[in-house]
């Protein structure tokens, strides 16, 4: 299920230990210069210490100096550096492997330093000290006499310059989703590559080599396919297995580029508008009919939307967006479909096409095979469904089978024929077998807040599913899962048991690692202020599973793990395995002797078999009622229920809440607002010793109870409160990733200025780029359309651009400077601040995140802040000073959380 560690930036690495780059250079002829193309020779300037997935808030050393790309080689320069002997980093040359095509050219680096002892290091810090950033200079070479629209894929680089134009968020797992489109003239362009070695994607135990390849490809300079071919679902029996279709289109041209339609060869079905662009709330999403065909002639043959009134879909010129549409199968037995997608430059009448076509995959019901759905998010996203076979192993009182979840690794795509292919041993089960994606093959943000939402949304389709496939079988209970995973899948493994303690039955976490510091610990950080680093790592409460396993109490798991696995060290389970006997949950532990990560049949060893078989078959009742429990909650925003009792709001969101049950007694910690759900809990409850009636609540407000602390006595919620208040609750919770608990495409608004668009583009592509997700920009000038959105808000402003909704908030900009009001009331302007990001409600739920600069420097920083890799750690509000380029966190003039009043908290760190 995972293929061996990280295969693509393994196998660069493999490739290039094998062929030294000098001796594969290949050069074109000399009377043929190629239209792209790369110098192979590269200056380095490195090595230098970074932490885990520290890059995000700046502390690059060269910033103190001017940044590197203000520095010009000098063999003789050095530069005071923790890593090498004497202390000092200088300038080196390379040579890159560069290829060139007829349109392409890419350039492959490897780098590494003979002045570092790295072994010495190790027995030290570990895998933390290897995990150093360097810069490297190179230069694109553009032939001809025009400009050329070029794509530039960055594969493992985090961020980049091209001349006086910087990129942040590249391509850090390989995946080639989101590259920029650069229009550049004839010439030499300088390409600075900032290089962060990451232990995890590169493989902790190889050599401490960085290898990065950049690679760019001619484009047509209109509308492309970022992908060839249609996301869809498998076909059964001669029908779709589901109805959702998505192409991913990218704009390279310099204009803002509208589609009008998506037509299918005989048939023809609109490109659903108001859902793509407005999103839809997926909450209430309904199964769609089968071979549905809302034929809308008036939006097909479109030749004036303008009349039309119609919100369009709007791909603004460099951007990439996954565009939804229904699919009909044209006949009973075709072996592929196609389909036009019109489209016309804004403000233009001139139509013009792109054909995409796809061909079908038809398998048998009982195999596993492709399912399309909603992701909240808005997008269309896919899992592999194996339904129960004919011959499932069932007790005949089963008739509602439970849902088997199988999370992959690191890497994989679901529909890698690995993944099913890993339970095809035990294809009898009696369960609903999913194999969801997690939106990507690194599951959006390792399972957690967007890829775990893929997987609930992946889960919830089954039922539409079974209506509208003629399905005889037997029914699905989607409330009660048994899940297991393999490697980044296994950490998935413990968030679902840690975070759905009420639906999982039974849990077989493999391989997984424990918590992303336990994986590689953060020593390397740019040193800081402890109360500054607490608050980054209270905002990573929520995935410090160690720190959870009280939650897992009643939930029978059984954990697997090879001994020699040098990848993710045996360690994460033999750790966790002693948190869960001190937290008083039930475990087993089944430590594989010899084997390493991955091995045929990790899936199915003995022990792993006779688990599925027997809680596939289980009769018991979920959830389950405990005499006695904990629960931890780091977020309430993701946490669901335990015994029926759910942490709805905490006091400090910079601290773990605790809730004590004991029979009908409830001791709480730091919780401020707690939900009572049935069948439990119907009568009273005493909590922190007061009596509360719920009999007579329940009678008003239907099956759930909410009480809160109000002062110093809980009283419960009144019908209508919870709905009215302007509490930051449900969606807003947690720190700024609550940003991807969006409902329908992420909106992002900026003020209209070349520099502000190429921000708002930069957070479009890395939204895209890491999580597949749809994005609408717009700019504040023409911003009609966002009115009735159901999505989240990125809102870029710089100066005095920012209009504030409410001028008591306690965090406002100007061009006098970012000021905030504290946890006593002080007022504090930070005339000094070059940048802010921090969270603001919206109504019905919603978030915006604000991204302030002082200028178009300082927004570049805030930017940088948007949600993008997990283990980063950005909390609720950010304020940033110029010191934060290269000092870090500690160079932050503020930052810390809000609480359920939208106040800044006392944990916060103000300066
Ligand atoms: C490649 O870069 C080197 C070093 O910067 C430079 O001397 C050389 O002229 C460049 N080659 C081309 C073809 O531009
Ligand atoms: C580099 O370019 C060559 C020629 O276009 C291509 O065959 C090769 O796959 C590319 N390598 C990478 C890593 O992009
Ligand atoms: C300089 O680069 C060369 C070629 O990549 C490498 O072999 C050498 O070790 C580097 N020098 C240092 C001091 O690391
Ligand atoms: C980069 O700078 C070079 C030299 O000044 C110039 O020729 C080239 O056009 C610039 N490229 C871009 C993309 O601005
Ligand atoms: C797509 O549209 C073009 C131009 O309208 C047309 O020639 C072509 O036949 C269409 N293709 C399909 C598959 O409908
Ligand atoms: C698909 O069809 C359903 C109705 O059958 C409609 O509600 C939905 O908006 C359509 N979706 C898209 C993406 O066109
Ligand atoms: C099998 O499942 C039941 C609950 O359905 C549980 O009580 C029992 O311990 C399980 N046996 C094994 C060997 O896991
Ligand atoms: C928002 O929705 C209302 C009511 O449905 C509608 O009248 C209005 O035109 C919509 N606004 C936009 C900008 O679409």
């Not at 390792?446 to 889960?459: L, P, R, S, Y």
């Amino acid at each position: 299920m995972h293929a061996p560690s990280h295969c693509l930036s393994l196998a660069i690495l493999l490739f290039l230990q094998l062929c030294p780059p000098c001796q594969c250079s290949i050069s074109a002829p000399l009377d043929h210069k190629p239209l792209l193309s790369f110098n192979s020779t590269w200056e380095i300037l490195g090595p230098f210490q970074i932490g885990t997935r520290e890059a995000t808030w700046g502390a690059d050393p060269l910033e103190f100096e001017g940044g590197f790309r203000n520095l010009e080689y000098d063999s003789q320069a050095s530069f005071r550096s923790s890593l090498p002997t004497t202390g000092t980093a200088h300038w080196n040359l390379t040579t890159a492997k560069t290829l060139s095509g007829s349109a392409s050219a890419n350039a492959s680096l490897s780098i590494s330093y003979s002045n570092v002892d790295w072994d010495f290091l190790k027995t030290i810090y570990g895998w933390a000290s290897v995990q150093y950033q360097t810069w490297a200079r190179g230069e694109l070479i553009v032939g001809g006499e025009d400009t050329q629209h070029i794509i530039l894929h960055t594969d493992a680089i985090l961020e980049c310059w091209i001349n006086d134009t910087h990129y942040f968020g590249g391509d850090y797992y390989s995946y080639r989703n989101a590259p920029p489109v650069l229009h550049l003239g004839p010439g030499n362009h300088r390409i600075d590559l900032r290089l962060a070695r990451d232990a995890r994607a590169f493989g902790g135990i190889l050599e401490p080599i960085t290898g990065v390849v950049v690679a760019v490809e001619q484009v047509t300079g209109n509308l492309n396919l970022a992908k060839p071919g249609i996301l869809m679902s498998d076909v059964i029996d001669g029908e779709l297995a589901t109805p959702h279709g998505s192409v991913t289109l990218r704009n390279s041209g310099t204009q803002d580029i509208e589609i009008t339609g998506i037509h299918a060869a005989n048939v023809s079905t609109s490109a659903s508008t108001s859902y793509s662009l407005l999103g839809l709330d997926t909450g209430s999403q309904m199964p769609i009919a089968r071979g549905a065909n809302d034929l809308a002639p008036e939006q097909v043959t479109d030749d004036n939307a303008e009349s039309a009134h119609e919100p369009s879909i709007v791909i603004v010129a460099g951007q990439t967006r996954p565009v939804a549409f229904n699919i009909t199968l044209p006949s009973h037995n075709a072996s592929s479909l196609a389909y036009n997608i019109t489209y016309r430059t804004v403000g233009s009448n001139k139509q013009s096409n792109l054909e995409v076509t796809q061909d079908l995959n038809y398998v048998s019901v009982y195999d596993p095979h492709k399912i399309t759905f909603l992701h909240p998010g808005g997008m269309v996203s896919y899992a592999m469904l194996r339904p129960p076979a004919k011959n499932a192993s069932c007790r005949h009182e089963q008739k509602r089978l439970p849902v088997l979840l199988a999370m992959h690794g690191a890497g994989l795509e679901a529909d890698n024929p690995m993944v099913p292919g890993a339970l095809r041993p035990v294809s009898d089960l009696c369960s609903w077998t999913v194999f969801p994606t997690g939106v990507t093959p690194w599951s959006g943000d390792d399972w957690h807040n967007w890829g775990f939402a893929d997987v609930e949304a992946a889960i919830e389709a089954i039922p539409g599913w079974i209506l509208y496939g003629n399905w005889s079988g037997p029914g699905v209970d989607t409330n009660r899962w048994i899940v297991s995973g393999h490697s980044n899948g296994g950490q998935g493994t413990w968030y679902a048991l840690t975070h759905r303690p009420d639906k999982v039955l039974a849990a077989a976490p493999v391989s997984g690692y424990a918590s992303i510091q336990k994986y590689v610990p953060y020593e390397f950080w740019q040193p800081a202020d402890p109360r500054r680093t607490s608050v980054v790592s209270a905002s990573l409460n929520s995935y410090r599973h160690e720190m959870l396993m009280a939650n897992a109490q009643g939930i029978p798991i059984r954990q697997q793990h090879g001994e020699v696995d040098d990848n993710v060290p045996a360690y994460h389970s033999r750790f966790l395995s002693q948190q869960l006997r001190l937290a008083g949950a039930n475990s087993s532990y089944n430590e594989v002797p010899d084997q390493n990560h991955y091995w045929d049949g990790v899936m199915t060893t003995p022990p792993l078999v006779d688990f599925y078989y027997n809680f596939t078959r289980s009769t018991e009742e979920l959830p389950r009622e405990l005499d006695e429990f904990n629960i931890v909650v780091g977020d309430p925003g993701d946490m669901g229920s335990k015994g029926g009792v759910r942490v709805t709001q905490l006091e400090d969101p910079g601290q773990y809440g605790r809730v004590h049950v004991r029979g009908r007694r409830v001791k709480t910690s730091n919780v401020l607002g707690i939900e009572f759900g049935h069948p439990f809990w119907t009568d009273t409850v005493v909590v922190d010793g007061q009596t509360l009636d719920l009999a007579g609540a329940a009678a008003n407000t239907g099956s759930t109870i909410q009480a809160r602390l109000s002062g110093n006595s809980w009283v419960i919620n009144t019908v209508g409160t919870t709905d009215e208040s302007t509490d930051r609750r449900g969606r807003q919770l947690g720190s700024m990733t609550a940003i991807l608990r969006t409902h329908g495409p992420i909106i992002i608004k900026h003020p209209g200025t070349v520099h502000a668009s190429h921000l708002a583009l930069q957070v479009s592509r890395n939204l895209y780029q890491y999580f597949h997700a749809d994005t609408v920009i717009l700019s504040d000038i023409a911003d009609t359309a966002s009115a009735n959105a159901t999505g989240n808000v990125i809102h870029l402003s710089i100066g005095d651009g920012l209009t504030s909704a409410d001028p008591d908030f306690p965090i406002q900009a100007s061009t006098s400077g970012a000021s905030l009001r504290d946890s006593r009331g002080r007022e504090q302007l930070y005339d000094n601040s070059q940048g802010a990001a921090w969270l603001r409600p919206l109504d019905g739920e919603r978030l915006e995140l604000v991204l302030w600069g002082a200028d178009e420097e300082g927004l570049r920083q805030a930017a940088r802040l948007v949600p993008m890799l997990t283990g980063v750690g950005q909390p609720d509000f950010v304020i940033l000073g110029e010191e934060t380029k290269w000092k870090g966190i500690e160079g932050a003039l503020a930052l810390g959380f809000f609480n359920s009043q939208w106040q800044v908290t006392a944990s916060s760190f103000v300066s």
